[in-house]
């Protein structure tokens, strides 16, 4: 069983920033070993879509929508996951979630309750 604690989001306007954090748990993150971790996000009406994931050696992917505006990191040891997310448009609002996985996540059953982002003037 696996767990995902989001946290971090709210209201911004435009062109502003937040850092979203993700706490995860369960058997697969005792120990030092490591697992791609990935953020995602489902705005009001649309599907669950991938925005960026690091890889168990840190190397990093991001959707083309949130290309050199998202900076996704990481801290091994607390097992969490941060998003890092500037220039923010109306369009990146939606409910954020992590999950283990890269661009397919992994534990489609589990997932967290999220965390809301709003860009609004």
């Known amino acids: 069983q696996v767990q995902f604690v989001e946290s971090g989001g709210g209201l911004v306007q435009p062109g502003g920033s937040l850092r979203l954090s993700c706490k995860a748990s369960g058997t697969i993150f005792n120990g030092s070993t490591r697992v791609s971790m990935g953020w995602y996000r489902q705005a009001q009406s649309n599907q669950r879509e991938w925005v960026a994931f690091?890889?168990?050696?840190?190397?990093?992917e991001y959707a083309e929508a949130v290309k050199g505006r998202f900076t996704i990191s990481r801290d091994h040891a607390k097992h969490e996951v941060y998003l890092q997310m500037n220039a923010l448009k109306p369009e990146d609002t939606a409910v954020y979630y992590c999950?283990?996985?890269?661009?397919?996540?992994?534990?489609?059953?589990?997932w967290g309750q999220g965390t809301q982002v709003t860009v609004s003037s």
């Open positions: 999950n283990a996985g890269q661009v397919i996540p992994i534990f489609q059953g589990d």
């Open positions: 690091i890889g168990t050696s840190d190397v990093t």
